[in-house]
């Protein structure tokens, strides 16, 4: 699944695990969102990401504490949500390749 655009149709997620497989890497395949889900699901593995994914991983808009607010949040705060996140992400041993 994708924070933005929600579940992708089987015959999408099809086609590309194909391509992965046949070139014998492994899959896994999850309903997780946000790649700090993916990580507690995935300890340890690696990431392939593109650029765009990339962004999304860095956007403190992914990150708000629940009872903050986004408006009230200085860009200082915001880059503390994104850290965290990093930072919980990095304890899980996952690496992003971009």
């Known amino acids: ?39 507690a699901v995935c300890p340890s593995c690696d990431f392939v990401v593109g650029y765009d994914t990339y962004r999304r991983i860095v ?7 629940p009872g903050a607010a986004w408006e009230a949040a200085s860009e200082e705060v915001r880059a503390s949500w994104v850290c965290a996140a990093l930072r919980k992400i990095a304890a899980f041993g996952v690496r992003f390749f971009v």
């Open 59 to 65: 956007d403190p808009k992914y990150y708000v504490p």
């Open 1 to 39: 699944a994708n924070a933005d655009k929600g579940e992708q149709a089987l015959e999408e997620l099809q086609r590309r695990a194909e391509g992965v497989v046949r070139r014998g890497h492994e899959l896994l395949i999850s309903r997780a969102t946000l790649y700090v889900e993916k990580a």
